[in-house]
Nanobody
Framework: QVQLVESGGGSVQPGGSLRLSCAASGYTYTKNCLGWFRQAPGKEREGVAVIYTGRGATLYADSVEGRFTISQDNAKNTVYLHMNSLKPEDTAMYYC??????????????????WGQGTQVTVSS
């Protein structure tokens, strides 16, 4: 049974930092891609960042480039999203998702097979 469990969300002031974790189990961790998505109330789910776990390649949405970093710990089957310089517009429910590594555009949520339950991030003064 595939499980993705997110943790690390919370409330932070603008300019602050948070680190989200996604622990993966129940499937072959390597040769997959793990993505972070977010969804704010009334908005569509959008891709934030992805890591191709086999080769470590990463991609980011323009809105978070330079502020967020995705990384992995292969020994723990865990992917992290380090979020710095947070803005109120980063407020959303954050989800991690997994799929086999393919050439399909990375930020399409409908192409991901497995999803975590989400963790809330709130940026407010």
């Amino acid at each position: 049974q595939v499980q993705l469990v997110e943790s690390g969300g919370g409330s932070v002031q603008p300019g602050g930092s948070l680190r989200l974790s996604c622990a993966a189990s129940g499937y072959t961790y390597t040769k997959n891609c793990l993505g972070w998505f977010r969804q704010a109330p009334g908005k569509e789910r959008e891709g934030v960042a992805v890591i191709y776990t086999g080769r470590g390649a990463t991609l980011y949405a323009d809105s978070v480039e330079g502020r967020f970093t995705i990384s992995q710990d292969n020994a723990k089957n865990t992917v992290y999203l380090h979020m710095n310089s947070l803005k109120p517009e980063d407020t959303a429910m954050y989800y991690c998702a997994a799929r086999p590594s393919t050439f399909i555009q990375w930020n399409l949520p409908q192409t991901y097979n497995y999803w975590g339950q989400g963790t809330q991030v709130t940026v407010s003064s």
